[in-house]
């Protein structure tokens, strides 16, 4: 069955005689085995899934196994996003992405995910095969591998269509020690492209906006810029996704972390005019937009302008910037010096403007 | 903070300024954080946590690593049970014990778990206190550190209360290979302990049903229980949990990963007596009953008296019992001998009786 699957375009399933999620797919019995057989197992086709345990069992490649040093990175995430639908992704792409993209800004390879659904009764198959397939398309760009998995179904009314929670392990090569803690005064920031453009998409969905242009979200793998990236410059203090609470959030967190300030030059920041007008229209400040598919960076100041270059020829990274530097005073606060010269605190989001964004 | 806080018997919570969850608390802004820092922090106490980074890093222990084979089990389990609190544990205890007992099972030695965190808006703060307080034991008793989480909250209406998803890895000793392919003809079946009491205690508390004895759910860590009989016993074949889907479930899907028969001979199976009778006044079958804290292990036959007595000297494994034999013939079945002498198919559960019980 894999052989055949794998390769092909789409992800054809065979009969499936459910048009919608019943209680039943999240008994652990017959329909559940049904659902994994027909649907999940011949999209993420590999021997480790197939083995039907409780539990993978892997092997990391890498330095870090080899050298005996057994650094691996872990992490987690859930996603609630509404609609699961948006435009340049879906739900399924933003949980594989959200995943590996935070095992590749901890300087890790990410190697292998997890993914558990928690269904509500009555969700369209049609539409959790769509994800599926976008999870499929997900993971064979991020060279990571599903390998295990769990299902739940609630009521009707219990849940909102589909949650996922993904979690991704990868080694961490020898050496490699990237953190919010590590900026020091002098280095400077980059950002791999345009901010704000997840947190539009869906915003602009949800309130109806039409703009000229159709705003796509970001979302994307940072696997390989990250790879480029730390090949060419293994001075790099930091590493950081901007998703919730946007650029402003990573910032504040590693001006604390840091003991530093930030400073930022707003004239540097890349933002597509679409979504800065849609800013101004919902009253909301590009930089606690989230992305999904967007690093920021944060260098010694003698490796930025050839990072920025190397950057700058990566698929993932042709509108990055340097946005701004670390400096010793004020501590722990982010500022921006405005387009008019006046200079502002940029505070971490307080309350919740954009619920559900991922 | 961790150091006072991470040895008292209670985790206490410096003030905290909402007593419900608020959409807020999932922004990824300022109250994340102070969710984050003031309530999950002080519990799973941890050096890797406290970094707040995007990702844990992590050395493994253990042979594995050490021996440069580097096999690590992960694992994924969503909990959505209901309700929150019952007789003998709660969510919270029910995410680490279920994914530590995943681990196990597969003979890995558990090591780090993370938690994902799927809040519904207007969730009494104090309510995710106690779950927070559970897993803090809970990863305690299993020898586990929470090293990595995450947060979302949605609106009111759109999720029941708190939903978690806890991954975790281990690593798996050389040399072990534990698998429902590896049953042969002539070995026996021996559970850990009386079956069906965690899907009757979260039964009977939904149903309302009275009996002289309160009815609790055995959710337990099998960790070192599992350590204890690899420990005495080598050539054990396979160890599982059966939990959703019950005994029938693992049996089931042992007898077709081995291509094999499963035997079970009725009056052998642990039983409460309270168990009995309320899967009696609600139609169902104990072995389609979900478990918590107990485990089913497929031995040869010259193990198996030897490795039920090491079990019986364990906590975990008092009641243990040798409930069948694997045999040749039919293939793919579970077939149960009656107490009245009978023989009947033990099917998969089809549909589901029991929705959320984890």
């Given at each position: 069955?894999?052989?055949?699957?794998?390769?092909s375009?789409?992800?054809?399933?065979?009969?499936?005689?459910?048009?919608?999620?019943v209680?039943?797919?999240?008994?652990?019995?017959?329909?559940?085995?049904?659902?994994?057989?027909?649907?999940?197992?011949?999209?993420?086709?590999?021997?480790?899934?197939?083995?039907?345990?409780?539990?993978?069992?892997?092997?990391?490649?890498?330095?870090?196994?080899?050298?005996?040093?057994?650094?691996?990175?872990?992490?987690?995430?859930?996603?609630v996003?509404?609609?699961?639908?948006?435009?340049?992704?879906?739900?399924?792409?933003?949980?594989?992405?959200?995943?590996?993209n935070?095992?590749?800004?901890?300087?890790?390879?990410?190697?292998?995910?997890?993914?558990?659904?928690?269904?509500?009764?009555?969700?369209?198959?049609?539409?959790?095969r769509?994800?599926?397939?976008?999870?499929?398309?997900?993971?064979?760009?991020?060279g990571?591998?599903?390998?295990?998995?769990?299902?739940?179904?609630?009521?009707?009314?219990?849940?909102?269509?589909?949650?996922?929670?993904?979690?991704?392990?990868?080694?961490?090569?020898?050496?490699?020690?990237?953190?919010?803690?590590?900026?020091?005064?002098g280095?400077?920031?980059?950002?791999?492209?345009?901010?704000?453009?997840?947190?539009i998409?869906?915003?602009?969905?949800?309130?109806?906006?039409?703009?000229?242009?159709?705003?796509?979200?970001?979302?994307?793998?940072?696997?390989?810029?990250?790879?480029?990236?730390?090949?060419?410059?293994?001075?790099?203090?930091?590493?950081?996704?901007?998703?919730r609470?946007?650029?402003?959030g990573?910032?504040n967190?590693?001006?604390?972390?840091?003991d530093?300030?930030?400073?930022?030059?707003?004239?540097?920041?890349?933002?597509?005019?679409?979504?800065?007008?849609a800013?101004?229209?919902l009253?909301?400040?590009?930089?606690?937009?989230?992305?999904?598919?967007?690093l920021?960076?944060?260098v010694?100041?003698?490796?930025?302008?050839?990072?920025?270059?190397?950057?700058?020829?990566?698929?993932?990274?042709?509108?990055?910037?340097?946005?701004?530097?670390?400096?010793?005073?004020?501590?722990?606060?982010?500022?921006?010096?405005?387009w008019?010269?006046?200079?502002r605190?940029?505070?971490?989001?307080?309350?919740?403007?954009?619920?559900?964004?991922?």
């Amino acid at each position: 069955m894999p052989e055949a699957i794998a390769g092909s375009p789409t992800c054809p399933v065979p009969q499936f005689s459910y048009e919608q999620v019943v209680l039943g797919h999240g008994s652990g019995g017959r329909l559940t085995h049904n659902l994994i057989e027909r649907l999940f197992l011949p999209a993420f086709a590999n021997a480790t899934l197939e083995r039907l345990e409780d539990q993978a069992i892997v092997r990391l490649d890498g330095h870090a196994i080899d050298s005996g040093v057994g650094r691996i990175a872990f992490t987690t995430d859930a996603f609630v996003v509404r609609p699961l639908f948006f435009p340049g992704g879906d739900i399924g792409r933003l949980a594989v992405h959200g995943t590996v993209n935070d095992l590749a800004v901890g300087g890790a390879i990410p190697q292998f995910i997890s993914a558990a659904f928690i269904l509500e009764e009555g969700l369209a198959i049609d539409d959790l095969r769509r994800i599926v397939e976008s999870m499929r398309i997900a993971c064979r760009e991020s060279g990571v591998q599903l390998v295990t998995g769990d299902t739940k179904v609630v009521e009707r009314g219990k849940a909102d269509q589909v949650f996922i929670t993904t979690s991704g392990i990868g080694s961490v090569p020898a050496g490699r020690s990237l953190s919010i803690a590590n900026a020091r005064p002098g280095d400077r920031v980059i950002v791999s492209g345009t901010i704000g453009d997840h947190g539009i998409a869906i915003m602009s969905v949800r309130e109806g906006l039409e703009f000229d242009t159709v705003l796509e979200s970001d979302t994307a793998s940072l696997v390989d810029l990250v790879r480029v990236m730390l090949d060419a410059c293994a001075a790099i203090r930091c590493l950081r996704d901007p998703t919730r609470g946007g650029v402003a959030g990573t910032l504040n967190e590693l001006a604390a972390a840091s003991d530093v300030a930030v400073r930022l030059d707003e004239t540097s920041l890349p933002i597509r005019p679409a979504v800065k007008a849609a800013c101004e229209l919902l009253g909301l400040d590009p930089l606690h937009v989230a992305n999904e598919g967007k690093l920021v960076a944060v260098v010694p100041p003698e490796d930025a302008q050839r990072l920025l270059a190397v950057m700058r020829q990566h698929p993932q990274g042709r509108e990055a910037a340097i946005i701004g530097t670390i400096e010793r005073e004020p501590r722990k606060l982010v500022t921006m010096k405005s387009w008019i010269g006046g200079e502002r605190v940029v505070a971490m989001l307080s309350g919740e403007m954009l619920p559900r964004i991922c």
